[in-house]
């Protein structure tokens, strides 16, 4: 057929004496420009409000597919989005990308974007009144003040001593030497000092705390001061995230969490390293011997410690009020999980495991259930199992003749946070191979990634 139209416009042209005009092109699909940059917007505000990259990646394409952008292309990283729309028939691509330059936990943001995908994806809503709905929620404000959320560092610090068998008097140090730390470091955080630093100074006032303790003649409280203070700044929001990404296949944005959660707990063992070494020199008679061992019995005291734990965990990451009756039992029961595979003999490491996995599967079938994101379910329900007593007793021994054991220490502190991350995204992934319809088009069909051949 191609060879029988250009012989009839040769004969046309040997007829006619001139060359016929070139048909004309048909247009491509349009563009709506508003479409692609809410698209990106969305996608920028649920990466900087703490979402994991595959959430991000299928809240945007849902959106693209909801607005009409033709074969819309996306690509997430941890630090900028990249949309591509391809309208065909010749006319040229559009391509759109933003850069995230902030990252703020504001887990209330997730959970009213993934309604706003929600919405636009059945087509409730108009892109003008998406557009509206996207400004109204940037603008909001958190569930809870300001002051409540400063407060709520400092109550994970206190319920951490408890848990980790102190009383009232260690429980009022780690909250007083935790919001010292951190108000601290918001002050540096306002003259542009670098998170690492913020961090480390926040860990090392909360070791100075202990190490006043220890000197005082109280070397048993000391432990228990310094491991509420650690809990209080250990990254489990993108230890979580991290793993997530890893096991769906984003390597990119995995590794880059992964460095990230290196580098916040470098800061802490940095601030702990330097206050314990001075102590030392200091004959500050801090011990190993007076580090205390994980509880291997149900104390109503701890597991309502735990409980409250998670609570105000949540709290800090500014989750729905809706989330924080569900996050609270999360962290008394992986307590309790935690508590009886160590009464029957479980490695650490196993045992973390294996109650991040149940809560983990929990927490996403109540997600899934009421069609919210999971991170503010699983994260906070972590918290009670966040290795910071492993951090400190790894410093300790490092810096009282026992390197081997401090290094020992260290990475079965860090063995612990992976198999938390690995735990609680198990669970995930059991829940979706068994459920058809997820948040945002995340059902089981929504991995075409998944489907390999193995090499064959």
Request: include cysteine; hydrophobic fraction near 55%; glycine fraction near 10%.
């Amino acid at each position: 057929m191609r060879t029988a139209e250009r012989l009839r416009r040769t004969w046309q042209v040997l007829m006619d004496g001139a060359p016929p005009e070139p048909p004309e092109e048909e247009p491509g699909e349009i563009v709506d420009p508003r479409a692609l940059d809410l698209v990106l917007r969305v996608g920028e505000l649920l990466l900087a409000s703490g979402e994991t990259t595959e959430r991000v990646n299928e809240a945007m394409l849902s959106l693209a597919v909801a607005y009409e952008i033709p074969r819309c292309e996306v690509q997430v990283t941890l630090t900028s989005l990249l949309v591509s729309a391809h309208p065909g028939k010749g006319a040229a691509p559009v391509t759109g990308s933003r850069a995230i330059r902030r990252r703020t936990p504001a887990y209330w943001r997730l959970t009213a974007l993934h309604q706003l995908v929600q919405d636009a994806s059945i087509g409730m809503l108009e892109l003008d009144e998406a557009h509206k709905k996207l400004a109204e929620i940037k603008q909001g404000r958190a569930p809870y003040p300001a002051w409540l959320m400063v407060v709520s560092l400092g109550l994970i610090a206190a319920s951490g001593s408890v848990l980790a068998g102190g009383g009232p008097l260690v429980a009022t140090t780690a909250f007083i030497a935790t919001l010292l730390g951190d108000r601290t470091a918001a002050a540096l955080a306002r003259r542009g000092i670098a998170e690492f630093f913020q961090l480390t100074l926040a860990a090392a006032i909360g070791a100075a705390a202990a190490a006043l303790v220890v000197a005082m003649g109280n070397p048993g409280h000391a432990a228990t001061v310094v491991t509420g203070a650690i809990l209080a700044l250990l990254p489990g929001r993108p230890l979580v995230a991290s793993i997530q990404d890893g096991i769906t296949g984003d390597l990119i944005s995995a590794g880059a969490r992964l460095l990230e959660v290196f580098f916040l707990i470098a800061a802490i063992v940095a601030g702990l390293g330097v206050v314990v070494y001075a102590a030392v020199n200091l004959d500050v008679p801090i011990d190993v011997k007076h580090l205390p061992t994980p509880a291997a019995e149900l104390r109503p005291v701890a597991i309502m410690a735990a409980a409250v734990i998670s609570l105000t965990f949540a709290i800090s990451l500014a989750a729905p009020r809706a989330v924080l009756t569900a996050a609270a039992l999360g962290g008394a029961l992986i307590w309790v999980l935690y508590v009886l595979a160590r009464v029957w003999h479980v490695p650490p490491v196993l045992a973390a495991a294996v109650a991040a996995t149940v809560v983990g599967t929990l927490a996403n079938w109540l997600a899934r259930r009421h069609r919210q994101p999971v991170m503010p379910y699983v994260v906070p329900a972590i918290g009670p199992l966040l290795p910071g007593t492993a951090l400190y007793r790894g410093m300790v021994e490092l810096n009282t003749g026992s390197p081997n054991a401090g290094v020992l220490s260290l990475i079965g502190a860090i063995s612990v946070a992976l198999a938390l991350g690995a735990g609680v995204n198990l669970g995930g992934e059991f829940i979706r191979a068994f459920q058809r319809v997820g948040l945002g088009a995340s059902g089981r069909w929504a991995r075409p990634a998944a489907h390999r051949t193995r090499g064959f």
